[in-house]
C-alpha cells in the first residue's frame, strides 16, 4: 500500500514564502517521476512541477523563476520551495507519483489528499 502525505500549506501574505513536503509512505523500492499539481475554485487542475528521476524537470511558465522542485530519494519525498507568493497561486497543491515500485508491482497515478495554500493580505 502507497500512500501520499502533503504538509507545509497555509495562509501567507503576497510576497511570502511557503514550502511543501510530500512524502511517500508503505513498502517502496524506488520511485520514477514525483511533482506537484493545483486546483483553484473554478478552474482546472493544472501541473505546476514535475520531476523525473531520468529525465528533464519540467516547470510551468506561470511559476518559473518563483517555485523550485526537489527530492529526497532516500526519504521518498518531494518538495515545492514556493517564493515570492501571488494571489493568484492560491488553490489546493497536489503531490503525485508516478512508477511507485513496491513488492505487490508498480503503481502509477498515486495523488495525496492535498494542502490549501492561501495567498492574501
Known amino acids: 500500500q502507497v500512500q501520499l502525505v502533503e504538509s507545509g500549506g497555509g495562509l501567507v501574505q503576497p510576497g511570502g514564502s511557503l514550502r511543501l513536503s510530500c512524502a511517500a509512505s508503505g513498502s517502496i523500492f524506488s520511485i520514477n517521476a514525483m511533482g506537484w499539481y493545483r486546483q483553484a475554485p473554478g478552474k482546472q487542475r493544472e501541473l505546476v512541477a514535475a520531476m523525473p528521476s531520468r529525465s528533464v524537470t519540467h516547470i510551468a511558465d506561470s511559476v518559473k523563476g518563483r517555485f523550485t522542485i526537489s527530492r529526497d530519494n532516500a526519504k521518498n519525498t518531494v518538495y515545492l520551495q514556493m517564493n515570492n507568493l501571488k494571489p493568484e497561486d492560491t488553490a489546493v497543491y497536489y503531490c503525485?507519483?508516478?512508477?511507485?515500485?513496491?513488492?505487490?508491482?508498480?503503481?502509477?497515478?498515486?495523488w495525496g489528499q492535498g494542502t490549501q495554500v492561501t495567498v492574501s493580505s
Open positions: 503525485t507519483a508516478n512508477g511507485v515500485a513496491t513488492p505487490l508491482g508498480v503503481f502509477d497515478n498515486r
